[in-house]
């Protein structure tokens, strides 16, 4: 059983074009995340959603937008694809609320490359 | 804020070597500590983590200690194997839900 997955794995495309990406969580978490990872293997989170809530967004370019059916899925909608979007983009969820212990698990990845 | 800072890499060594992988944070709090790795072509996975200060945390021959005096939570490992190549990440968990991880390092295991 899969508890972090997205789809699709890989994901090639041409600029200009609008794409999304998929992401559901078995694990009953309150809080999902989604992260960019570049060439360098450098991650960066983009978004957090809690319980539907949108609680992070770092400054990511607005072309770039989460959207949350209900708690156990967050998608990532990208509009007017660029050649710098190309990247490793990871969904991860966690419990959420006030506990201390906030571990982290993380999806496959979506490879993007952007032609 | 807070932050995690990790030694750079990529870091080589031959089989059965001993591994050291330092990462020192900052935190206002007392967060709790991780350590993940990411095999090549995978997303992340947990390796270890602990919660509190002078915790252990240990797996598959890996440990870290939650040392709060030196705000430090290096990764160790007494006799590394080729299939540990993989990319290490330390990250902090603070109280407030706030994550964050450090830049990564990539170890390459040579038989």
């Known amino acids: 059983d899969t508890a972090v997955s997205q789809t699709p794995k890989y994901l090639v495309t041409q600029m200009g074009n609008d794409k999304s990406i998929k992401c559901e969580q078995n694990?009953?978490?309150?809080?999902m995340y989604w992260y960019k990872q570049d060439s360098k293997k450098f991650l960066k989170i983009m978004f957090s959603?809690?319980?539907?809530?949108?609680?992070i967004n770092e400054t990511v370019p607005n072309r770039f937008s989460p959207k949350s059916p209900d708690k156990a899925h967050l998608n990532l909608h990208i509009n007017s694809l660029e050649l710098g979007d190309s990247a490793v983009y990871f969904c991860?969820?966690?419990?959420?609320?006030?506990?201390?212990?906030?571990?982290?698990?993380f999806g496959p990845g979506t490879r993007l490359l952007v032609l | 804020g807070d932050s995690v800072t990790q030694m750079e890499g990529p870091v080589t060594l031959s089989e059965e070597a001993f591994l050291t992988i330092n990462c020192t944070y900052t935190?206002?709090?007392?967060?709790?500590l991780f350590w993940y790795v990411q095999y090549p072509g995978e997303g992340l996975q947990l390796l270890l983590k602990?919660?509190?200060?002078?915790d252990k945390g240990s797996n598959k021959g890996f440990e870290a200690t939650y040392r709060k005096e030196t705000t430090s939570f290096h990764l160790e490992k007494g006799s590394v194997q080729v299939s540990d190549s993989a990319v290490y990440f330390c990250?902090?968990?603070?109280?407030?839900?706030?994550?964050?991880f450090g830049t990564g390092t990539s170890l390459t295991v040579i038989p």
């Open positions: 935190a206002t709090g007392y967060p709790s």
């Open positions: 694990l009953g978490h309150d809080t």
């Open positions: 959603y809690n319980n539907k809530e949108l609680i």
């Open positions: 602990a919660t509190k200060a002078d």
């Open positions: 991860a969820s966690s419990l959420g609320g006030s506990g201390v212990e906030e571990t982290q698990y």
């Open positions: 990250a902090l968990s603070d109280p407030g839900n706030q994550f964050y």
